[in-house]
């Protein structure tokens, strides 16, 4: 079957570095993508990873290890306006994505 | 028009009614996209189009049904309402160069009485 797993909750501190992770078992690979979704408004696109590696953007940075079939996305420099959820999606063999529950980052001053 | 509009934001409705909802792009993306969002659970693909006159099933399709005429609007109707149809509903669009880069709309509160 299709997974995808990310935590439900997390917190971290203003200022500080947070890792939010993301392990997935799909049929195909067509990139792994992070979205950024603020309280009662739509999900907004961050990054995405083709190759394993880390991509970085500015405060955020995404990696990849496809053979372990694992993600992670680095928030450094936190800001109050960081507090959303963060949703892992896997490009499936058709292109469609298939979504984790996403992880709600809680950030506290 | 900037983006993608959906309406309505929100909606309350008796079992057994039929809704439309509504969703314009003015990206000229070819590639369209419905899915509810329920907590504790991933988006979940309702429908999608991957360019004018076709669409597809997604995941969670029973109960449902799209169409989509043009380019630019891609309306998703529920032909009668049952509560657990009770979700948020957001409507998406890509350019087929990158498929999974999506742009959502604001989304429709949909509640089933």
């Known amino acids: 079957g299709q997974n995808i797993d990310q935590p439900t909750e997390m917190t971290a501190t203003e200022g500080a570095i947070v890792q939010i992770n993301c392990t997935y078992q799909?049929?195909?690979?067509?990139?792994l993508f992070w979205y950024q979704q603020h309280a009662g408004e739509a999900p907004t696109f961050l990054s995405y990873?083709?190759l394993d590696g880390l991509e970085e953007k500015g405060r955020f940075s995404s990696f990849l290890s496809r053979s372990k079939g694992y993600s992670y996305l680095l928030l450094k420099e936190l800001q109050m306006k960081d507090s959303a959820s963060y949703l892992c999606?896997?490009?499936?063999?058709?292109?469609?994505?298939?979504w984790g529950a996403g992880t709600k980052l809680i950030i506290k001053p | 028009i900037a983006g993608i509009t959906q309406a309505p934001t929100s909606q309350i409705l008796a079992a057994g009614r039929r809704m439309t909802l509504r969703c314009t792009q003015d990206?000229?993306?070819?590639?369209m996209y419905w899915y509810r969002q329920d907590l504790g659970l991933g988006l979940r693909l309702i429908h999608y189009?991957?360019?004018?006159?076709?669409?597809g099933k997604g995941e969670v399709p029973d109960g449902y049904s799209v169409s989509r005429a043009n380019t630019d609007d891609f309306p998703l109707t529920l032909a009668s309402a049952v509560p657990s149809q009770t979700s948020v509903y957001f409507c998406?669009?890509?350019?087929?160069?990158?498929?999974?880069?999506?742009?959502f709309g604001a989304g429709s509160r949909l509640t089933v009485l």
């Open positions: 990873n083709v």
């Open positions: 998406a669009s890509s350019d087929l160069t990158e498929p999974n880069v999506l742009t």
């Open positions: 189009s991957n360019t004018a006159g076709t669409t």
């Open positions: 990206m000229r993306h070819n590639a």
């Open positions: 799909t049929s195909g690979f067509n990139g």
């Open positions: 999606a896997v490009g499936d063999s058709n292109y469609q994505l298939i």
